[in-house]
């Protein structure tokens, strides 16, 4: 019972430092609810095998360079990753847009961005590579929340909240509940301007070889531009890359284990 206390305690705090700028002792207490003795004490474990690093003049802490490694090492064999990454590119190449993969986590309930694929040399544009997909807003978010049981949801959406990001953000569950219908009616969703000014995305989900949503993924690119482009033309692109990955899924389930089985261990 220790070690599993111990264990859920360093999860605790490496899932803070994940999200967030560098912290110190005192704000990571406050984050995870622990101790200042017992984030000391785990830290110093931490920083010594490599898995968090200490700034010599602010004294806070960051993720170390051990932890890059193991999840870069982690994304690239995961099935979803694996199967979708080069359709992505060749879909990037041809819509000419960055476009997104999100893994979708259901013991969590929450979708990480995984892959991120410019479009063309001019797109400078960089998305944060294992950051959390709103439900509420983001493209990639919205196409599985449809997929979700309303009550799961609702639980996901009361810890998180519905914060606004501009002046177009849902920040109403009633408001998003039917949103949602409409994506369920059309099988993709849109983001207009509604996690950033000045840019919109368009997702779809991907299912795996049982009809199940297990993630997304999404082309973004600036409002000015997304204007000019065929929205359902678009959604027809994605669509299609989204049916190969599937059957790229499918191949992969049945060479190896189920890459869900493993994320969930």
Known sequence: MKQVTTVTKVCRIIDELARCEPLGVSELSRKTALLPSDIHRLLAALRETGYVEQDPDTKKYEMGVHVLRIGLEACQQNHLYESAHPELVDLARRIRARVHLGAFDGSRTKVFLVDDIPGTEEDQSKARLGG??????????????????????????????????????????????????????????????????????????????????????????????????????????????SARISVALARSRRAGPDWRRRLRD
């Open 132 to 241: 959390v997909e709103p439900f509420h807003c983001s493209a990639l978010g919205k196409v599985v929340a449809a997929s979700i049981e309303t009550e799961v949801l609702n639980q996901a959406i009361e810890k998180t909240g519905m914060p606004r990001g501009t002046s177009r953000t849902i920040t109403d569950p009633e408001a998003l509940g039917r949103h949602l219908d409409e994506v369920r009616a059309h099988g993709y969703a849109v983001d207009r301007e509604e996690c950033f000014d000045g840019l919109c995305c368009l997702g779809v989900p991907v299912r795996d070889a049982d009809g199940e949503v297990v993630g997304s993924i999404s082309t973004s690119m600036s409002a000015v531009r997304f204007k000019t482009r065929n929205e359902f033309v678009l959604a027809e692109e994605l669509c299609a890359a």
